[in-house]
Each structure stands twice: as C-alpha cells, then as structure tokens.
C-alpha cells in the first residue's frame, strides 16, 4: 500500500503537497507541511484541491494554539517536520515570539 503521494503542479512542477490513501478508496490532501486540507475526497478531487489551494494556504491566516488560548500567527517556515510561526496576535504577551511546531494538526496549528 502507498504510504504517501507527492503531488506537483501540472503547469510549473512545484511540489504543492501530498495525498495519503484512506479507506473506502478516499484520500487526503495534505499541505506541504503535512497539514490535512479539505476531507476525505476522490484521487483527483484531492490532487486538484492541492494544485488550486496548496501554496496559497501557506500565506493564510493562522491560528496556533499556545497554553489555553488560539493566537492568531502566520507560518514563517515550513517542511514536512517542523513548522515555525510567529505570534501576530497584537494583544498576546507573546507578539513577535516565534514557536517550532514538529508535525502539527488541527489540535494545535489550524487556519483562522
């Protein structure tokens, strides 16, 4: 079984994302960073989702979750291991502070 998929896009190449296979023949598009984008979906619709959206989330609002409360941050590094974002949340303690995520999910890294 196939671990994982690179996707890149059509046009130029560049790498955009993943999918990884689910059960009931579905897939999930991950970001760059490995972050899930969109559900579970046909092949195609996954391969698409990345090629429309994958490097535009890069430049999305983000929320990070720090101690008890969601900041609003922006990412400033991504690979598949380890995301940096720095707080741009203008009444956080912690404005201007940048966090190392390793391999974040929803629980802790989600789009605002």
Known sequence: M?????????????????VV???DAHWQA???FGYPLGGPAAFDDSVALLEAEGLA??????????????LACRLVET???VVVVQINDFGAED???QITLKSPGPEVLKRA
């Open 79 to 81: 690979s598949p291991e």
């Open 30 to 32: 991950l970001t760059v």
């Open 95 to 97: 404005f201007g502070r």
């Open 57 to 70: 989330v890069l430049a999305d609002r983000w929320s990070v979750k720090h101690g008890d409360e969601w």
């Open 2 to 18: 196939i671990e994982h998929q690179t996707v890149y896009r059509a046009d130029d190449g560049e790498h955009v994302g993943y």
């Open 21 to 23: 296979p689910l059960r």
